[in-house]
């Protein structure tokens, strides 16, 4: 699971995972310039300030990184070495998340709890949010609810919803859509292997 060296040599590996994940990005300058690269970089220096006991300085640090990346991850949560967050809009990971190395989440991606009329009745400290294992890809739109864990090596599709625990190297897919023709033929309208494939870097 997550292992933490200094700021500066986490923040060069964030940059060079975009630059090796993205085939957009052709070189460390460009990559500066990734959508939800100042969201990740935020969050490790708001990360810290959180640990130290600066919760209104990590929020406000967190809260600058959402309204101009449309990315929202709680100074609490924990993220591994080399997360790629890729296009990010629309991201959001809640407090007591922790995300192991390696993992790649596409937009859209939610990592949350599943209600205040439940965590609201859970002993203080308790983990409300998912664990997601080393080099987890989380599809585009892929939600996650709850205190489960996602085992390493795992992916959850596109569009997929999970709120039980996932085994390490499992696939999880979302059901797919179908076409009604006015015959009343019904047909998959997508490969869901594509899907996936579609939604993450293979």
Known sequence: MPTEPGLLRTLREDLDVVVERDPSMRNRREG????????????????????????LAARLVAHGARRHTGVEIHPGAVLGRRVFIDHGCGVVI?????IGDDVTIFHQVTLGAVGWWNDNDRPEGERRHPVVGDGVILGANATVL??????????????????????????????PSVI???????????????????????
């Open 94 to 98: 809640g407090e007591t998340a922790v």
């Open 180 to 202: 009604r023709t006015p015959g009343g033929e019904v047909t998959p309208a997508t490969d869901p292997v594509r899907l996936l494939a579609s939604a993450g870097s293979w």
């Open 32 to 55: 500066v310039l990734h959508a939800a690269l100042p969201a990740l970089w935020a969050h490790r220096v708001a990360h810290r300030l959180h640990r130290r006991g600066l919760r």
């Open 146 to 175: 709850g205190p489960v864990t996602v085992g390493n090596g795992a992916l959850i599709g596109a569009m997929a919803t999970v709120t039980k625990d996932i085994p390490a190297d499992a696939r999880v897919y979302a059901p």
